[in-house]
């Protein structure tokens, strides 16, 4: 039996389903990858009777472990961030710590139903349900997975409280007209330049609504090109905008019979 069987037999018996990748690899070698992954010792037996040479992966999220992945590859700054969050007290003990072939570090938890989840430019990514993590013994460009420590756990790890603490959204306020105003559509597009990730598309539809009820075009115009800044999709802004001149169209037609 090759280490790598003993080891992908090991963590099946423990109930974390595993499947094979190619040797010094991440890619798959079963039909469908991740789902393929098995907890049977019989099953993955024949795998790596087949590939003795095999990478073994484990799927992540329960019943297998949900693992924090600490990048470090093409300069990122997982290290720094792991340790900012850590001392914010977010990263508890976990129950295998283990070095990457790049440098970086999986910190594996209890699974749980977590889902997949990044920071690239903090260098943390989260592997839960529908994820996979390749593990010891396998490698990458010939250089190995390594246990640094490991240990009984019954901890989970909170990605969403780390992405909060690391990532803090601004809190702004809803668009309001400028002091000695009347209420109508003109600082629409600065309101909608100030959108953040998560209201963009929503924001952008409200707010070209009221300029297309209010039969703007340039302020129609402007909220388009502020929509874009925000990081939207120049072409979703356009459909985005269509489709809020096709739902303001009845009521600016109304307002003028009126």
Partial sequence: ???????????????????????????????????????????????????????????????????????????????????????????????????????????????DAQGNASMPRKGLDLRGKGGYVVSPPSTVGARPYVVVHKQPSAEHIDFAAIRDHLQPQPQRSAWQPREGREPGVAHLAEWVGGLTEGNRNAGTFWAACRAAEAGDSDTLAAIARAAVSTGLDERSVDLTIASAQRTASPKAIDREAG
């Fill in 1 to 111: 039996m090759s280490d790598r069987q003993d080891a992908a037999v090991r963590y099946a018996k423990a109930g974390w389903p595993v499947f094979p990748v190619r040797p010094d690899a991440k890619e798959p070698m079963t039909r469908h990858g991740v789902l393929d992954a098995e907890t049977d010792p019989g099953t993955v037996t024949r795998w790596w009777s087949r590939h003795p040479d095999a990478n073994v992966a484990i799927a992540t999220g329960a019943p297998g472990p949900t693992v924090l992945d600490v990048d470090v590859a093409h300069g990122k700054p997982g290290h720094q961030s792991l340790n900012q969050a850590a001392r914010a007290g977010l990263v508890p003990s976990p129950m295998a710590l283990i070095r990457t072939p790049s440098g970086g570090s999986h910190l594996y938890y209890e699974g």
